[in-house]
């Protein structure tokens, strides 16, 4: 039994390296195209957003004398070589599927619209959302939260490298206790560090639930979609 027909999958581009340090490791890799596969299988209609971290992030590149704007696209850039190495992952182990970009930019990927992705999803084809917004100033948050909510998905995975949200970041604050649901106004309250502010308020105001969990256990998204109880519920 699957818990949503249809869900946006937002993936890390730093959990993308692994142990590498930068870039993309291919076990990685392989281990995220075999766990998209195992909910393909079950029949989930599956559209994905990808960051680009893990080669180059637009705000922390303004920081060191980048334009905001060039560095936002280059940004946009990692997240198409990010989707093209994930689409490679997932033609490897049998899984059709479709790049799209928010930036025209053939043969590369298809230029986006809502209704060609959904069409895909309907044929069986998985579909990468790449390149954001396609604007500067906007995070892959607020890219998946933008794509999500136009394929009218049922929920957003957000696969991290913890497995939900935690009073205090768990990596740096051992006494940090896990939330099983949280409200996006508590998100605001207290200030945590889930999405940008931004993608929290586009789900909020369209009613768009996220559902944190920890992606680099390999299992965990199937897992998700059984109905498991093993992230953090973000819901009005």
Excluded at 40 to 63: A, P, T
Excluded at 102 to 117: C, H, L, S
Excluded at 162 to 178: H, R, S
Aim: glycine letters at 12%; proline letters at 3%.
């Amino acid at each position: 039994m699957k818990r949503f027909n249809r869900i946006l999958l937002k993936l890390s581009g730093e959990s993308l390296m692994g142990e590498q340090g930068y870039g993309i490791d291919p076990q990685r890799l392989g281990e995220y195209a075999s766990q998209i596969k195992e909910i393909h299988d079950m029949g989930v209609q599956i559209g994905i957003v990808i960051g680009g971290g893990n080669i180059f992030r637009g705000l922390s590149g303004s920081k060191k004398g980048f334009d905001r704007v060039k560095g936002d696209q280059m940004g946009m850039c990692a997240t198409v070589i990010n989707s093209l190495a994930l689409s490679s992952g997932l033609d490897a182990v049998g899984i059709k599927n479709k790049v799209l970009t928010a930036i025209r930019m053939e043969p590369i990927g298809e230029f986006y619209t809502k209704w060609k992705a959904i069409e895909a999803m309907e044929a069986g084809l998985v579909c990468i959302f790449s390149a954001g917004t396609g604007s500067p100033y906007f995070t892959t948050d607020t890219g998946s939260s933008l794509r999500g909510i136009e394929i009218e998905a049922d929920v957003m995975l957000k696969g991290t490298r913890v497995d939900g949200v935690y009073t205090a970041d768990p990596e740096k604050d051992p006494t940090a206790t896990k939330y099983s649901d949280i409200t996006y106004d508590e998100i605001y309250n207290k200030g945590l560090k889930v999405m940008d502010l931004t993608a929290v308020t586009m789900c909020k105001d369209n009613n768009f639930p996220i559902y944190v969990f920890n992606m680099d256990k390999v299992g965990n998204l199937k897992k998700v979609i059984e109905g498991e109880d093993i992230g953090t519920l973000v819901h009005l």
